[in-house]
C-alpha cells in the first residue's frame, strides 16, 4: 500500500486557523461492551499472530550524498540547501506521498480516537448533540501533543547536528506517543489544552521534558544517547523496532538516576517481540508474567503490577499490510489503553490517533519549526507549537507493512 498522504503546506502556512475556542462540553462517549462490534478475544488472537522483524536502520543522509554526487552543479547544492531549510521539504513528501485533507469526513460514522467514541451524525438533521459531538472530537485532537521537526538546538552530541530535519520523523512521532501515555497518567484522559493563559505548571512542565536540550529528560538528545546500542544515530532513520527497543533503554536510565516517588517516566516499559532479540521475527505474544516482572522490576521489588506502557513492533505483510489485519488495527483504537500506532513507510513516520471506517486522523512530525525553551516557571509561554491548531489531519487507512502498536495500562492490578 501506499504510505501516509502528507498534508499541504500552503494551508499551514497561509491559512492557518485555531479550532473552535469555546467547544460544548462533550468530551465523547467512553468505550462500553455493547459500544464495538469488535470482539476483542479474536482481535487481539489475529492483531498478534503476524511475525515480526527487527527493521534495519539507514541513513537517508547518505542517500541524499549519492544523489548530489550525480551532478557536481553549484546550482544542485544550493537547490538542495534550500529545500531542507525551508517549506520546500513539505512539497518534496507531497510529490512522493500526495497531499493529506483536514477535516472531518461526510461519513456519518463514529469516530474513535484514543479509546474515546465520538458519534457524528448527518448534519442536516439539526442534531445539536451530533454538533456538540463534532466540536468535542475537534478540541480531543487539538489536545493532543504534536511534536516536529525542529531547527536550531544545541549539537546532538560530539556531532555538529543542530535540526534533525528529514531524519527524525521517527523520533518525533515516538516522543508524541510517549507524551501521551505520560499525558493520560498524570493529567487524565478527559484532559484538554488549555484555553487561557497563564497555564497550569503541571502543563509547563510536562512539555519541559520533551524540549530540545540535554536537560530535558526525553529530548532528541537523551533518546539518540540511549539508543545508541540498537543503531540510533543522529542523522539516521531508524525503524520502530529500534525506536521501542531505545525507549526501553532510555526509561531505564532514567529509573537509575531518580528514586521510585520522583521517576520522570512513572510506568515500566515493554517491548513485546516474538523473538529474544527481535532480528528474527516471531509472533509478538504478551505474557503476563513478563508484564508483571517488568512491573515488579520498575518498582524495585515492591508491586508485583504497576502502570505498564506496552509496544508492539509488528510486520503484518511483506510489503504492504495484509488486508486480513486492517479490521483489527482499527479495532485496536477501542480499546480504553490504546495509544495509537507508529506507522507510515520507510522513511516517513506519522503518528496515527484516530480511525473513521477507512480514515484514519494523524499527526505530523514533518513541518518544520524553530526551536522552543520552555522555562519551567513561564506560566504565560506559547505552547501552540505543540499542538495541532488548524484541524485534524486524515488520510486513508494506506500504510506500510512496518509499524508499532501501543497500549498503556495506568491502573494497578487492572490486567488486559
Not at 484514543?114 to 487539538?142: H, P, W
Not at 517516566?265 to 516474538?274: E, I, Q, R, T, W
Not at 505483510?317 to 506507522?343: E, H, M, W
Request: hydrophobic content about 35%; charged content about 20%.
Amino acid at each position: 500500500m501506499k504510505g501516509f498522504h502528507e498534508r499541504n503546506v500552503a494551508l499551514k502556512c497561509s491559512s492557518k486557523t485555531a479550532i473552535d475556542s469555546s467547544p460544548s462540553p462533550g468530551t465523547g462517549s467512553e468505550p462500553g461492551p455493547s459500544d464495538s462490534k469488535f470482539s476483542k478475544t479474536s482481535v487481539w488472537s489475529n492483531f498478534f499472530a503476524s511475525a515480526f522483524s527487527i527493521f534495519d536502520t539507514y541513513s537517508e543522509s547518505s542517500a541524499c550524498v549519492k544523489k548530489a554526487s550525480r551532478g557536481k552543479n553549484n546550482w544542485w547544492t544550493a537547490a538542495v540547501k534550500r529545500v531542507v531549510s525551508g517549506c520546500s521539504m513539505r512539497r518534496i513528501h507531497e510529490r512522493v506521498l500526495g497531499p493529506s485533507k483536514i477535516g472531518i469526513s461526510s461519513s456519518t460514522s463514529d469516530i474513535w480516537l484514543l479509546g474515546v467514541c465520538y458519534r457524528i451524525m448527518q448534519e442536516s438533521s439539526g442534531d445539536v448533540d451530533s454538533t456538540n459531538e463534532l466540536t468535542a472530537f475537534k478540541r480531543d485532537f487539538s489536545s493532543r501533543i504534536l511534536i516536529t521537526y525542529r531547527k536550531g538546538f544545541r549539537a546532538i552530541g560530539e556531532t555538529k547536528i543542530t535540526s534533525d530535519v528529514s531524519w527524525g520523523c521517527m523520533l518525533r512521532s515516538s516522543q508524541m506517543l510517549v507524551a501521551q501515555a505520560l499525558l493520560f497518567h498524570r493529567l487524565g484522559r478527559s484532559w484538554r489544552k488549555p484555553l487561557q493563559k497563564p497555564f497550569d505548571q503541571a502543563y509547563i512542565m510536562f512539555l519541559h521534558q520533551f524540549g530540545d536540550s540535554e536537560a530535558s529528560a526525553f529530548s532528541i538528545h537523551n533518546l539518540v544517547q540511549a539508543g545508541k546500542i540498537y543503531g540510533l544515530a543522529a542523522g539516521s532513520w531508524v525503524g520502530p523496532y529500534a525506536m521501542c527497543r531505545s525507549w526501553e533503554s532510555l526509561a531505564r536510565c532514567k529509573r537509575e538516576e531518580n528514586d521510585l516517588e520522583q521517576q520522570l517516566l512513572p510506568m515500566a516499559v515493554y517491548v513485546v517481540s516474538g523473538d529474544e532479540d527481535g532480528e528474527r521475527g516471531g509472533a509478538p505474544v504478551v505474557c503476563i508474567e513478563d508484564a508483571s516482572r517488568h512491573c515488579f522490576e520498575f518498582s524495585r521489588c515492591q508491586a508485583d503490577w504497576t502502570p505498564i506502557l506496552l509496544l508492539v513492533p509488528l510486520v503484518l505483510g511483506l510489503d504492504k499490510v495484509n488486508p486480513r489485519y486492517i479490521p483489527s488495527l482499527q479495532a485496536t483504537f477501542t480499546f480504553p489503553q490504546c495509544l495509537g500506532i507508529l506507522g507510515g513507510k520507510p522513511g516517513t513516520s506519522a503518528y496515527i490517533v484516530g480511525v473513521q471506517e477507512e480514515i484514519v486522523f494523524f499527526l505530523d512530525p514533518h513541518e518544520v519549526q524553530p526551536v522552543v525553551n520552555l522555562s519551567q516557571e513561564n506560566l504565560e509561554a506559547d505552547t501552540s507549537s505543540y499542538h495541532c491548531e488548524f484541524g485534524p489531519l486524515k488520510t486513508r487507512l494506506l500504510i506500510d507493512n512496518e509499524m508499532n502498536c501501543t497500549f498503556l495500562s495506568c491502573s494497578f492490578g487492572r490486567r488486559f
